[in-house]
């Protein structure tokens, strides 16, 4: 119909103002993304303005397709808003600096990976492709070198690596299992292999918009380098980490830390409680009455460990794919809850081994380092390098001893967000460095609760009458309250009915929910002076109006 009706020629002069509230045609959306594209790349909008515009189209969508396309925008205008300011943050610590990460630095990398997610899932190149390389151009050259080389800056005269701190992840049993555990409390540790700070954080806001859980969100501070072995090692419980001579596996007490098998005989001997370690696919397919429950009844702590981010992004022929499979990890670590929950798990706490760099760019030559070595090394990385040996100025070296490992290996890191060329690996996903996006990993601790912690926002109803007796009624609904995430939004449904006989359809209404709170007025809105909206009913005769949650 829209062909037919000439859609797309009438909108060529039509002003992105004047469209706004039309729905009726995709093209329309289409017709306002190619005019938010063009405002953003030529700097004439602002972020607010930009926002107030996404939330209006919010309830228009016509397909998925173009609701996932008019998101872009969006993170694309946070990835440069927040970027270049977050970036100047000077650097006095690494405790600091992680800190700082975690309160709001980790959200440039949040819209970032939205911004590429929703770029990829819309597949409108023709639209976005110019958006996209600003973009990533903004995001690698004002937000990624700059944070990390003035972290590198501090990093160069850093005599050791803050293992012993409160937030280092080797301190994650002590402070965080220990005394939780065992003490008429089952805990479940859950730790998705490379679920990065800022995923967690995702992860743990949808996790308090579920009914009867609640979440706080933590994180930690990873060892040096920053890889699966040694990070997983390093939340079991331990006196001493060492890495096995010529090669990368990591030891605890002497004992293996590769693998449920081993994992679970190093948490048998140095838990002081009933514990075990179980893969997350092995725990998912048990029959929760005839398996699960009967499980867990025999343990205090239990260990559950997933693998898809990293398998995904290690892999160079689907590292692109790995933004998809952050998506895809947070939906399943949900049903992983639910199960846990179905069998009476009531306390998990959520972490990972480390975090990750992504850059959906080509790099550039000034990107890689030279690794001109002279010693024995056991394992070479795109980011680190584990040796006896000497290492050229583009390295940082350090003892064992400096990054709290027993034995006579040294760690050397690339500096920066810098990579080392290694045959056959890919170049755009990369761990094992000392960047932010690396070291602080997320820590939400979950409780399962008994009662509802979540509800619907209310609403009054502002009328004179329910009859109708004019051709049009007014009908006005004042939200009473925030949404929030434990206070969520109510989509109304608003239909006529004579006495038990509805007769028309429900009209749907969902744009009377803010977030926003209306300065000096105590109500929620859009930044306007009235939290009211208005549903006109047509009138007919005998008829009286009704609405209901939907």
């Given at each position: 119909?829209?062909?037919?009706?000439?859609?797309?020629?009438?909108?060529?002069?039509?002003?992105?103002?004047?469209?706004?509230?039309?729905?009726?045609?995709?093209?329309?959306?289409?017709?306002?993304?190619?005019?938010?594209?063009?405002?953003?790349?030529?700097?004439?909008?602002?972020?607010?303005?930009?926002?107030?515009?996404?939330?209006?189209?919010?309830?228009?969508?016509?397909?998925?397709?173009?609701?996932?396309?008019?998101?872009?925008?969006?993170?694309?205008?946070?990835?440069?808003?927040?970027?270049?300011?977050?970036?100047?943050?000077s650097v006095e610590s690494?405790?600091?600096?992680?800190?700082?990460?975690?309160?709001?630095?980790?959200?440039?990398?949040?819209?970032?990976?939205?911004?590429?997610?929703?770029?990829?899932?819309?597949?409108?190149?023709?639209?976005?492709?110019?958006?996209?390389?600003?973009?990533?151009?903004?995001?690698?050259?004002?937000?990624?070198?700059?944070?990390?080389?003035?972290?590198?800056?501090?990093?160069?005269?850093?005599?050791?690596?803050?293992?012993?701190?409160?937030?280092?992840?080797?301190?994650?049993?002590?402070?965080?299992?220990?005394?939780?555990?065992?003490?008429?409390?089952?805990?479940?540790?859950?730790?998705?292999?490379?679920?990065?700070?800022?995923?967690?954080?995702?992860?743990?806001?949808?996790?308090?918009?579920?009914?009867?859980?609640?979440?706080?969100?933590?994180?930690?501070?990873?060892?040096?380098?920053?890889?699966?072995?040694?990070?997983?090692?390093?939340?079991?419980?331990?006196?001493?980490?060492?890495?096995?001579?010529?090669?990368?596996?990591?030891?605890?007490?002497?004992?293996?830390t590769a693998g449920t098998?081993?994992?679970?005989?190093?948490?048998?001997?140095?838990?002081?409680?009933?514990?075990?370690?179980?893969?997350?696919?092995?725990?998912?397919?048990?029959?929760?009455?005839?398996?699960?429950?009967?499980?867990?009844?025999?343990?205090?702590?239990?260990?559950?460990?997933?693998?898809?981010?990293?398998?995904?992004?290690?892999?160079?022929?689907?590292?692109?794919?790995?933004?998809?499979?952050?998506?895809?990890?947070?939906?399943?670590?949900?049903?992983?809850?639910?199960?846990?929950?179905?069998?009476?798990?009531?306390?998990?706490?959520?972490?990972?081994?480390?975090?990750?760099?992504?850059?959906?760019?080509?790099?550039?030559?000034?990107?890689?380092?030279?690794?001109?070595?002279?010693?024995?090394?056991?394992?070479?990385?795109?980011?680190?390098?584990?040796?006896?040996?000497?290492?050229?100025?583009?390295?940082?070296?350090?003892?064992?001893?400096?990054?709290?490992?027993?034995?006579?290996?040294?760690?050397?890191?690339?500096?920066?967000?810098?990579?080392?060329?290694?045959?056959?690996?890919?170049?755009?996903?990369?761990?094992?460095?000392?960047?932010?996006?690396?070291?602080?990993?997320?820590?939400?601790?979950?409780?399962?609760?008994?009662?509802?912690?979540?509800?619907?926002?209310?609403?009054?109803?502002i009328k004179s009458t329910?009859?109708?007796?004019?051709?049009?009624?007014?009908?006005?609904?004042?939200?009473?309250?925030?949404?929030?995430?434990?206070?969520?939004?109510?989509?109304?449904?608003?239909?006529?009915?004579?006495?038990?006989?509805?007769?028309?359809?429900?009209?749907?209404?969902?744009?009377?929910?803010?977030?926003?709170?209306?300065?000096?007025?105590?109500?929620?809105?859009?930044?306007?002076?009235?939290?009211?909206?208005?549903?006109?009913?047509?009138?007919?005769?005998?008829?009286?109006?009704?609405?209901?949650?939907?």
């Open positions: 119909m829209a062909e037919d009706l000439k859609v797309a020629s009438l909108l060529q002069s039509e002003s992105l103002e004047l469209i706004l509230q039309d729905d009726l045609f995709r093209v329309i959306d289409l017709k306002i993304i190619h005019e938010l594209t063009a405002r953003l790349l030529s700097r004439e909008i602002s972020l607010d303005n930009l926002l107030a515009v996404l939330k209006t189209r919010a309830t228009n969508i016509g397909t998925p397709t173009t609701g996932t396309t008019t998101r872009v925008p969006g993170t694309r205008r946070a990835v440069t808003h927040q970027s270049v300011a977050r970036a100047q943050t690494v405790e600091e600096a992680a800190m700082q990460y975690a309160g709001e630095g980790h959200l440039v990398d949040f819209h970032y990976r939205k911004f590429i997610y929703h770029h990829r899932q819309a597949r409108q190149d023709g639209v976005l492709n110019e958006l996209l390389d600003k973009v990533v151009k903004v995001y690698s050259n004002d937000w990624l070198l700059p944070l990390n080389n003035q972290l590198q800056d501090h990093l160069n005269s850093l005599g050791q690596w803050p293992y012993q701190s409160q937030k280092a992840q080797r301190r994650f049993f002590e402070n965080h299992v220990k005394n939780v555990a065992g003490k008429n409390t089952r805990l479940f540790v859950v730790i998705s292999d490379a679920l990065r700070y800022e995923n967690g954080w995702e992860l743990c806001k949808e996790i308090l918009a579920e009914n009867r859980y609640d979440a706080e969100m933590d994180y930690l501070i990873t060892g040096l380098p920053s890889y699966t072995q040694l990070g997983m090692a390093a939340l079991l419980p331990h006196r001493e980490l060492s890495i096995q001579d010529g090669k990368d596996t990591v030891l605890a007490d002497g004992m293996s098998q081993a994992r679970t005989k190093v948490l048998e001997t140095n838990a002081g409680m009933r514990a075990v370690a179980i893969r997350a696919e092995d725990f998912m397919k048990m029959n929760t009455k005839l398996e699960g429950r009967p499980f867990v009844m025999q343990y205090d702590l239990i260990y559950i460990y997933h693998n898809r981010i990293d398998k995904t992004g290690d892999d160079k022929t689907t590292e692109d794919k790995v933004f998809e499979a952050v998506e895809e990890e947070i939906a399943f670590l949900k049903e992983l809850l639910r199960k846990i929950a179905n069998v009476n798990g009531y306390n998990i706490v959520i972490t990972s081994d480390h975090g990750y760099i992504y850059q959906h760019d080509a790099l550039d030559e000034s990107e890689f380092s030279e690794s001109e070595v002279q010693g024995e090394a056991w394992k070479v990385n795109r980011r680190f390098i584990l040796a006896i040996l000497e290492a050229s100025s583009a390295l940082k070296k350090f003892s064992g001893e400096q990054v709290g490992l027993s034995g006579d290996a040294e760690v050397l890191v690339t500096k920066g967000i810098n990579r080392l060329r290694v045959k056959g690996a890919g170049s755009r996903y990369i761990h094992g460095g000392a960047s932010l996006q690396e070291i602080v990993v997320p820590l939400p601790k979950v409780t399962k609760r008994r009662e509802d912690t979540t509800s619907q926002v209310e609403i009054d109803i329910d009859k109708i007796t004019t051709n049009l009624l007014a009908v006005s609904f004042l939200q009473k309250e925030l949404v929030t995430d434990k206070v969520q939004l109510r989509r109304l449904g608003v239909f006529l009915r004579r006495k038990t006989e509805r007769c028309c359809r429900i009209y749907t209404i969902t744009r009377l929910m803010y977030q926003k709170a209306v300065k000096g007025s105590g109500r929620s809105g859009t930044g306007s002076n009235s939290a009211v909206r208005q549903a006109a009913l047509t009138k007919t005769s005998g008829y009286r109006w009704y609405w209901k949650s939907r």
